[in-house]
């Protein structure tokens, strides 16, 4: 079975900053998929990122990137210029193959973006 | 931008009352999920749903739940006699062939 790990339950930077959230993997597979997910306090799951295994390029979206390392299975995202309304959950997730898959989710990073 | 649709956005029912949760995907997609989150907690897998039939379902997904999609576009969950753990932020989500799985906003169930 997959397990997704988020070790860090909160954290917090300054506005303007760059914060790294982190997220380890465990699986046999060698092709599957990893997601971002923000939840804000409305509670909708808003796709954030998305990388595919097989690609060795890090995926970007305007401030947000990932650091995929394959090898050590991690997929950590990036927020660069950080602002007030990336305050959020974040979640890591893992699907082993499109198609007929479920997503397996991490803890959470709770954001806090400080003004 | 396509978005999957879910109602009602807050449901609060009698405890052992049946509830139907409702879903529309995006309507390309070809795979269907239930997820739910309690309160504070980690996103749990229900059930997946492809071609008309359930694929794979969790631990969770016991006799009182059960999922249809009735007309080929609406895709409910339907919670039989519901229990106060029942509870919980429901969500729906849909994959297309871009592999990116979008959710509804989800549906809060309060049980009392």
């Known amino acids: 079975a997959q397990t997704v790990t988020q070790s860090q339950p909160e954290m917090s930077v300054q506005e303007a900053e760059t914060v790294t959230l982190s997220c380890t993997y465990d699986?046999?597979?060698?092709?599957?998929?990893l997601f971002w997910y923000k939840q804000p306090p409305s509670r909708q799951m808003i796709l954030v990122i998305r990388?595919?295994?097989?690609?060795?390029q890090n995926a970007t979206e305007n401030r947000f990137s990932v650091n995929f390392q394959k090898a050590a299975k991690s997929f950590s995202l990036k927020i660069s210029d950080s602002q007030l309304g990336d305050t959020a959950m974040y979640f890591c997730?893992?699907?082993?193959?499109?198609?007929?898959?479920?997503?397996?989710f991490g803890t959470g990073t709770r954001l806090t973006i400080i003004p | 931008e396509p978005e999957v649709t879910q109602t009602p956005s807050h449901q609060v029912t009698q405890m052992g009352q049946e509830v139907i949760l409702r879903c529309v995907p995006i309507?390309?997609?070809?795979?269907f999920y239930w997820y739910r989150q309690i309160l504070g907690q980690k996103v749990e897998f229900l059930v997946s749903?492809?071609?008309?039939?359930?694929?794979?379902k969790s631990e969770i997904f016991d006799d009182q739940f059960s999922v249809e999609r009735p007309d080929g576009s609406n895709f409910t969950l339907k919670i039989r006699s519901t229990k106060l753990e029942d509870s919980a932020m429901y969500f729906c989500?849909?994959?297309?062939?871009?592999?990116?799985?979008?959710f509804g906003q989800g549906t809060r169930l309060t049980v009392v």
């Open positions: 699986t046999s597979e060698n092709n599957y998929y």
């Open positions: 749903f492809y071609n008309n039939e359930i694929s794979e």
């Open positions: 997730a893992f699907m082993p193959n499109f198609g007929n898959e479920k997503l397996t």
């Open positions: 309507s390309n997609h070809l795979y």
């Open positions: 989500a849909s994959i297309g062939r871009e592999v990116e799985a979008f």
């Open positions: 990388q595919e295994a097989y690609k060795q």
